[in-house]
C-alpha cells in the first residue's frame, strides 16, 4: 500500500496449454512402451508398441482383416498417435542412428537397425543383452525431413529412469525398496506444474533410520533447456542426469542408477526376442499425410492411397469429407494455379467449421472439449491449419520484385478459418504463435482495411498464448501502420496493445512475494519488453492524442428502457469482438451503398439498417472501444514514462473531455447496473459497460496517484474554493495548485472529482464500483497531506458516508472495506476537524465497538488507518497551546482509545506477528511499515526501550521467548534491502508519514544494532539459546 498499486492483471484468459507428453519406459513389463501425446479420435489409435504387445498386434492383424485395414488407416497420418497439436514435441523423443543430432530434451535414446519391408530382419537366435521393442507404425517428424521412426525398426531402450503417472509418494516408496542403493533415482512428471519434472534420489546412511528421498524441481527454460539450480542449465534431462551421475554438485547425493523396478531391465532375467511384424499387403512405409497433398504422383504412389481407401475410412470416422476436400485445396492453390478454384474448396471447408465456432462464442466455453467440435479437429489433424498458413504466406515467398496479390475474400476466409480452429481445437494457437515469420506477417495485413478485422482478431488470440512478449520495434514500419488506422481500426489495435504492453501477471502467490521480486528484479535490471514496447509506441508521432480523442468521443444516445432492455439481450454476444466488429462493418458497408449515412450520429435512428442493427449496438460498440483505449492510457501511466504520458494526457484535454462524458455515457442515472454487485477482479463475466466503468476509475486513480496533475479533475470554482479553504486556515496554497493550467481543468459546472463523489454515494453499499470509487478518491488525496484537499472532501460529506457503509450498512466485502479504510486514513490524517466529525457520527459505545470490530477484524486491511490514527495522535499531543486542538483530544473516543500505551502495544504485537519474510507482499508490507512507525514515535520520546521489553514480555507471556523478536529482526533486514534501493518507496514514507526518510534508516539501524548492551537494540532483548538472528532470509 505504500506505492501505486500492482500492474494491472492480463485481461484475458489464457488458452489452458496441454500437457506435455514424452515417451515413457519403465520396464520390460505392461508399463514399458512408447505413448504419444494424446489419443487419436479413431479406433485402435493409442496401441503402444512394445516387445510383449507385437505377438498379439500380429495375431489380430491375420485374424481380423478389416481391423488390420482399420489399423493400417492410422498410418495414413500416422501422426494422430502422438496427437494433432504435438507435432513439433515429438520429434525430440527419440534420436536415430539415421540422423545424428540433438533432437531435444527427452532422455530416451536408441539405436535403430532399421530393415526395410521388402526384407524383413530375421529374428535373432541369441537374446538380445538390452531391451528391445520395434515399430508398429510410422512416426513421421514435422516438416519435410524424414520419418522419426518406421514401420519394423528395431529400438533398443539404453535408459530407463523417466516415469509417469507415479506420485511423489509413489517414487518415496519404489525408491526405499531393497535393491535399490544410495543414488538411485527417477524423473517424473510434476504433480503440480504440467511444464516441469520433479527428480527424487534415495540417500544411504549408515544408519537405516536416516534414509531418505530427496525432491528436486526440475524446471524449464523457454528455449527448452532444463535446469535444477538456476546458474546450471542443460540442453535435455539426458545432459542433466549425465551431469548429476559424475557429480552432486548440490544434490544430496550423486545419481548412481536408475530406480529398480522388479521385472524391469535391472533384472537379470532373460528378455524375449523381439517379434517382427508380418509385412503388410498395402505398403505403408513411408507414408503420412503429406501424400494428400502432392501435386503432381506417379503411378506408384496413387497406388499407395487409393480414392476408395480413403472415401470407405472417411465415411467410418464420420470426417465429412475434409481429408479430400483438404487434398483439393492443395492441389489448386499452386503458385501459377487461379486460386479461385482453391477459393471454392475453402468455402466449403468453411461451411463445415463456422457452425462449430459459432457454438463455441454462443456457449460456455469452460465445459467445450475437444470431441464437440470433430469438423475443426478433423481439419487441424489432417494438416488444413498449415496449409492455410502456406497459402497466406506464399507471396512472401516469391522472388519477384512485383508481389502476387491474393483476392481479398480469400485472405479474408483464411483468416477466419484459422480464427475457428483457434477457438475451438485447444493447441493450435499456440503452435500459430511459436512462429514468428506468421505474427509478423500477419501485422502487414492490417494495412488492408477489407482484412483488418479479421486479422486484428487473430493476432489478439495468437499474443494471447504467445510465450514471450512480441517486440512491437521489430514489426515493419509500425509508425506508418498505425498513422493509417482509422478511429475504428486503432481502437481495435489497442486490444492488441493491451497484451504487448502489459507485464504478466504475478499472482498473488508465495512464488511473487517480495522476496522473489526483488530476486526476479535483481537478475534481471534491464527494461522488460513490455517497458520497452511502451516506449515505442510513445515514439509514434500522433499516437497518444488520437487515443485521447477516440476515449472523449461522443456517440449518439438511446433513452430509458428500449436502452436496457436492447442491452440486456444483446451483450452476451459481444464478448467476441469479430460478432459486433461484423455487424457494425455490415451496417456500414450496406450504409456507404446506400448513401444514406451522414456525419450526423443521429442519422442512424432514421436509417433502414435500424431493423437489423439496435441503435444501442453503436453505443455498446464505442463503449467496448474505449475500455480497450483506457485500458492502453492506463498502463502507460503506470510505466517508467509516467511524467511523459501526464504531460501529453494534460494537453489533449482526456480529462474535461471524459467529464463531458460522465451523465451521458459513464454513469448514465438510469443504469440498471448499479444495482448489480460484480467482481472487481478483471476476469469478472460482466457487460462492457460494467468493464467500462471499471476502467475508468482505474485511470483516475492512476491519473491521480502522487502526481500534480491531479487538479485537472475539478473546473474553475472548485479550484477558487480550494484556494479559499487555504487563505481561511492560514496557511500557503500548495504549489502544484498555484501551478494548475486553467485552461486544461474541466468545464462546466462539477467536476470530474465532484461527480464521481455523488454517485460513490449512491452506490449500493456492496456494489464493487464502491472499491474502485474509493481507490480513485484515495489516490487524490496520496502523497504529501493537504488540509485544503481534506476538506475540500469534508464539505460534501465524505466522512458520514464512510462511516456509514464501515459501521451500519453491514457491508461485508473484505475488499470495500479495505478501500474505506485507506480513504478514511487519508482524509482523517492530521486533520483535527476530521476528527472532530467522526466522534460527531460515532456518538454511541455501541457505533465505536463496532469500528473497532471492523479494524480488529482484518489488521492487513485496517493497519493504513491505525497509522493514520498513531501519526495525528503525535502531532496533535504537540499542539496543546490551541484550545480546539485540546478541547477535540479531551473528547475523542478514537484519540483516547489510542492514546493508551496497552492498545498500541497490542497492535504492535498483532502487526510484527502476522508476517514474515517469507510471506511478505506489496499487500501486507504496509503492516511492518506501521509497526515501525509506532516504535519512531517510542524513540522520539525516548520510550523505545520500554516498547521492545514489552515485545519481550510478550513472547514468554505466550511460552515462545525470542520468536516474535526474531521475527521482526528478519522483517526489518529485509527493510532494508527492499527500501535503500527503492527511490520511489521512500517518498511515499516519506510523505505520507510527515517523517523524514533518513529517520526511518537511523531508527532501523539501531534496531537491528549488533550491540547487546545497547537498550535500543532488539538483539539485547532476545536470550542467547532463542537467538536466531544470522539466518539467510532465503531459507524456508
Known sequence: METSDAQLAQRREQLRVPTRSCSRVTGSDARRYIEGAQEAPTPRADRRASSTEAPKAR??????????????????????????????????????????????????????????????PEPSSQAPQESMIVSLHNYPSFGHSESTMCIGERLTIITEWLFTDISRYKAVELLLQPNNQSGAFLIRESETDRDCYSLSVLRKTNSSCLDGV???????????????????????????????????????????????????????EDRPIPTTIRRPTINWKDISRSVIFKRKRSESDNSLLPGGLLQERDKRAKWNGIPNLLQKLHESSHPNSDLSHAHSFL???????????????????????????????TFDLFGGVDLLVEILMRPTLTMQKKKPKMNDDLVKDCLSVLYNCCICTEGVTKSLASRDDFVLFLFTLMTNKKTFLQTATLIEDILGVKKEMIHLEGIPNLSGLVQSFDQQQLANFCRILSVTISEPDVGNDDKHTLLAKNAQQKRNSS?????????????????????????????????????????EDWYTWLDNALVLDALMQMATEEAEQSSTESSDESSLATSPLRHRLPQSMKIVHEIMYKVEVLYVLCVLLMGRQRNQVHKMLAEFRLIPGLNNLFDKLIWRKYTASNHVVHGQNENCDCSPEISFKIQFLRLLQSFSDHHENKYLLLNSQELNELSAISM???????????????????????????????VMKREPPDSSFRFWQARAVE?????????????????RGLLEHILFCIIDSGCTSRDVLQSYFDLLGELMKFNIDAFKRFNKYVNTPEKFR??????????????????CIVLSLDRFESQTEDVKVV???SECCLLSYMARVENRLSFLFRLINIINVQTLTQENVSCLNTSLVILMLARRKAKLPFYLNALREKEYTEKYPGCLLNNFHNLLRFWQRHYLNKDKDSTCLENSSCIPFSYWKETVSVLLGPDRTSLCAIASYIDEPFMDLDRDLLED
Open 59 to 120: 495375431a489380430a492383424l491375420e485374424k481380423n482383416p478389416t481391423d488390420r485395414f482399420s489399423n493400417h488407416l492410422l498410418l495414413f497420418f500416422p501422426h494422430t498417435i502422438f496427437g494433432p497439436r504435438h507435432r513439433r514435441s515429438h520429434k525430440g523423443h527419440f534420436q536415430s542412428a539415421r540422423k545424428p543430432e540433438n533432437m531435444g530434451t527427452c532422455p530416451i535414446k536408441y539405436r535403430s537397425n532399421r530393415p526395410t519391408l521388402e526384407n524383413p
Open 214 to 268: 530427496k525432491h528436486y524441481r526440475i524446471s524449464q527454460l523457454q528455449n527448452g533447456w532444463v535446469y535444477i539450480s538456476p546458474g546450471l542449465t542443460f540442453p535435455s534431462l539426458h545432459h542433466l542426469v549425465e551431469h548429476y551421475s559424475e557429480s552432486a554438485d548440490g544434490l544430496s547425493c550423486r545419481l548412481t542408477a536408475p530406480c529398480f523396478i522388479l521385472g524391469s531391465e535391472n533384472a537379470t
Open 347 to 377: 468455402k466449403v471447408l468453411s461451411s463445415h467449421l463456422s457452425m462449430e465456432a459459432m457454438s463455441f462464442v454462443t456457449e460456455d466455453r469452460k465445459t467445450a472439449q475437444e470431441s464437440t467440435f470433430p469438423n475443426t479437429h
Open 527 to 567: 527494461p522488460s519488453r513490455a517497458e520497452v514496447n511502451q516506449v515505442t509506441l510513445l515514439n509514434i508521432p500522433g499516437f497518444i492524442e488520437r487515443l485521447c480523442k477516440l476515449a472523449t468521443r461522443k456517440v449518439s444516445e438511446a433513452t430509458g428502457a428500449n436502452f436496457l432492455q436492447e442491452l
Open 728 to 758: 481561511k486556515a492560514n496557511i500557503p496554497e500548495v504549489e502544484a495548485l498555484v501551478n494548475t493550467d486553467r485552461s486544461l481543468v474541466c468545464d462546466g459546472k462539477k467536476g470530474l472529482l465532484t461527480r464521481l463523489l455523488a
Open 779 to 795: 489516490s487524490f488525496l496520496r502523497g504529501a497531506t493537504s488540509y485544503a484537499d481534506q476538506m475540500f472532501l469534508l464539505k
Open 850 to 867: 463496532t469500528f473497532l470490530t471492523q479494524i480488529n477484524s482484518s489488521l492487513v486491511d485496517s493497519n493504513m488507518l491505525v497509522r
Open 887 to 889: 478541547e477535540v483530544l
